[in-house]
């Protein structure tokens, strides 16, 4: 028996599903409410509805956010009393969050007496760093005070307007304590080509960039300067620690690739435009000397691992420090672990500069974290001479090492071979447990009858 609900059109994506206890018949009697002040006995079938003390609390399908933060977040806590509409209001609490795009719930008997209670989540993967501009506080205040508060804030937030909206209110609840009564908005901002942050700012705005110069830049042309700050800058809001942030990701990085280490920007002025409603922004430039490599590792391996790790940088060779080099080799490094199963991976960078001989050590940062496996393959949408050729030409099987993006790899390569006439929309939805470490994956077809010629023969593609 099943219960669904209805959820706002603003809310993204949700789907929710109550499954009641399994043996339920199809019609019951209404539940009555327990009267008795005594321990409730274990509930039944046909009491549902009563209340009875929680005894567990599990949570499915969560990677980000701990199991911890997600119970403080729903409000349910253990020994209390439970029944449907306290868990209707813990889903409801947590879909309300904003972390989630999707929040279901079931519960059963518990062997102690109680309900034994479940919650099914798919966390938003996209998450944003803070930046705090023109308020009278720093970020580190306001990130400690943001993980006192909201168990599911770790540093990072989605990028909903839920998030924002309660953020802003409560950055305004600590600038109250300090005596300042400031009106906070936040949104989303992109502080460098495809980076974003959430900014929050007084809610009366900041003046806008409206133009940008250069001065004492040889290296580099100050008209290259302005075209690459230029990309994101103009129009957003001012204050000279977004900017120089702003410079760190779109200037140094032009001066690392030619071995110029120590670029500076001592002076920034910034005064009202006498063209549009904004400020033109002055920035001087000390472009400092030139570093030689000495030599590229990788941080913390053994000389065999580092070895490895390093062939798959692919590294050229170089005497200049270049170090977009660098952090293109440590791209193909994280892409090649997570293509192995790995699918956290992380890889960052990292350098030693020795100032007095201006020659510069670079690191590759490896964080492998946990292998992942491929659990099991259930494929929707197809009859049983399609489904039956699907599983032949998936040749990842359970246990082995599953690769990140496999499944969509998977469906590009079923349309270039033609397995099915009338091909409509495909979807591969990875089911990821953190937990276990373990990868299930559903295929989805839809309009998709299988051809009349004979399936793909097994193994005819499925390496990346």
């Known amino acids: 028996m099943a219960r669904l609900y209805n959820i706002e059109e603003a809310m993204p994506r949700i789907s929710l599903v109550l499954l009641l206890f399994a043996g339920l018949i199809p019609a019951q009697t209404p539940a009555r409410k327990a009267t008795s002040a005594a321990v409730p006995t274990t509930p039944t079938p046909t009491s549902v509805a009563r209340d009875f003390p929680i005894d567990s609390i599990t949570v499915e399908g969560n990677r980000i956010l701990s199991v911890a933060a997600i119970t403080a977040a729903s409000g349910l806590k ?7 509409a306290v868990f209707d209001a813990a889903r409801d609490r947590l879909i309300a969050s904003g972390y989630f795009d999707m929040v ?42 943001l993980r006192s508060n909201d168990s599911l804030f770790t540093g990072q937030m989605p990028g909903t307007q839920q998030v924002i909206r309660r953020t802003a209110t409560e950055i305004e609840q600590y600038l109250e304590t300090k005596g300042h009564s400031d009106k906070v908005a936040g949104k989303v901002i992109a502080t460098a080509p495809e980076h974003f942050e959430v900014d929050f700012t007084p809610i009366r705005g900041l003046p806008a960039v409206s133009a940008v110069s250069f001065e004492g830049s040889k290296l580099i042309s100050a008209i290259d300067l302005h075209n690459k700050i230029s990309e994101v800058a103009f129009g957003q809001p001012f204050t000279e620690n977004s900017f120089r942030t702003l410079l760190e990701s779109q200037i140094l990085p032009l001066y690392e690739a030619k071995g110029f280490m120590r670029v500076t920007f001592p002076k920034i002025t910034s005064e009202p435009s006498t063209d549009v409603t904004g400020v033109d922004v002055k920035v001087t430039v000390d472009e400092g000397a030139e570093y030689k490599l000495t030599r590229a590792a990788v941080a913390g391996k053994s000389a065999g691992e580092s070895e490895r790790i390093l062939k798959r940088a692919k590294l050229p060779q170089m005497t200049i420090a270049n170090f977009d080099q660098i ?29 007095a001989k201006k020659t510069v050590e670079f690191f590759l940062v490896v964080d492998a974290g946990p292998e992942y496996t491929f659990g099991k393959l259930t494929v929707n949408g197809l009859g049983l001479d399609g489904e039956a050729a699907i599983r032949k030409m998936w040749v990842v099987k359970p246990g082995d090492p599953f690769p990140e993006g496999y499944g969509d790899y998977f469906l590009s390569k079923v349309k270039e071979e033609g397995l099915f006439d009338n091909l409509g929309e495909t979807k591969a939805k990875p089911e990821i447990n953190a937990d276990t470490h373990v990868v299930d994956m559903t295929l989805d077809f839809k309009g998709a009858p299988p051809k009349e010629s004979a399936p793909r023969r097994p193994g005819e593609f499925g390496g990346r």
């Open 78 to 84: 253990l020994g209390a009393t439970g029944n449907i």
């Open 104 to 145: 279901a719930y079931r519960y059963k008997p518990a062997t102690a007496g109680g309900y034994d209670v479940t919650f099914e989540v798919q966390e938003i993967d996209t998450l944003y760093s803070i930046r705090i501009d023109g308020l009278p506080a720093t970020l580190d205040e306001i990130t400690r005070f």
């Open 327 to 355: 952090r293109d080799a440590a791209k193909r490094v994280q892409d090649s672990m997570r293509h192995q199963g790995f699918l956290d991976a992380r890889v960052t960078t990292d350098k030693k500069m020795d100032d």
